[in-house]
């Protein structure tokens, strides 16, 4: 299974907000921080791994159709970016690793499989 | 015809992305091709960008034709000194503070420009920026 609720089960993330979006199914990873350059490449589906976390990294996601952002190294979080997580319904998730740590570990995901 | 109208105001980051994901969503709901919500997407984000960064705020008009989307982005200034390094991938002219949310990659001009069949801007310093943006489905 490749849903996003898959990937936090299996990756241990923390969910942070947009729970009503963990049906989301995850077709691919994308790791970028810059706004405009993400956008132009971010594929459909994507989970997106950003180290930006102000309220506009969710707008970004929405128009980009990703599956969820995560953000690593647990990063400290703007409740604006949660609140609006939620109402845009993208899951917002968490990980202590970093983003190179986390590609590995996505590409061993059986859901990417 | 399906016309919409919005207003985009300086600095607003909060509300950032709103006008692009409302004109999204009425494309989504009129069945357009999902290539070109995209590129429709990318290119009104981008602009919805350039103004709330740049200008001193202005709007961002839609009009939904059987055989186009057109999209006119315009703002009250200060007008860009020179388009064509502004087209320039990578030149930015965006302050620092801005630079560190992830914005002024200096991509937003030639992304719009990838995104459209038709292309125009026009520009006075001290008076305004203007863009035409046409992409058929």
């Given at each position: 299974m490749n849903t996003v609720k898959d990937l936090i089960e299996a990756l241990e993330l923390e969910m942070l907000g947009?729970?009503?979006?963990?049906d989301k199914e995850i077709n691919g990873v994308y790791i970028g921080d810059l706004l405009s350059w993400v956008m132009a490449h971010v594929q459909p589906g994507d989970a997106w791994i950003t180290i930006q976390t102000h309220v506009n990294i969710i707008a970004v996601g929405v128009l980009g159709e990703v599956s969820c952002i995560i953000i690593p190294e647990n990063a400290e979080v703007d409740e604006a970016t949660i609140t609006k997580a939620n109402v845009e319904e993208i899951p917002l998730l968490r990980s202590s690793l970093n983003a190179y740590q986390l590609a590995i570990k996505l590409n061993q995901w059986e859901g990417l499989k | 015809m399906i016309q919409l109208s919005y207003e985009i105001k300086n600095d607003d980051f909060l509300r950032a992305g709103e006008a692009s994901s409302s004109i999204k969503k009425t494309l989504r709901k009129l069945g357009i091709e999902s290539n070109i919500i995209r590129r429709v997407a990318v290119a009104t984000y981008e602009a919805e960008m350039n103004i709330i960064i740049h200008s001193k705020g202005g709007q961002i008009d839609v009009a939904i034709n059987p055989e186009k989307i057109e999209i006119y982005a315009s703002d009250l200034g200060p007008g860009i000194e020179n388009i064509q390094l502004a087209m320039q991938e990578g030149y930015s002219t965006a302050p620092q503070h801005v630079r560190e949310l992830g914005f002024g990659a200096g991509m937003g001009l030639p992304n719009i420009k990838r995104c459209a069949d038709e292309f125009e801007i026009e520009s006075v310093v001290g008076e305004f920026t203007k863009l035409k943006i046409i992409i058929y489905h």
């Open positions: 947009g729970s009503e979006g963990l | -």
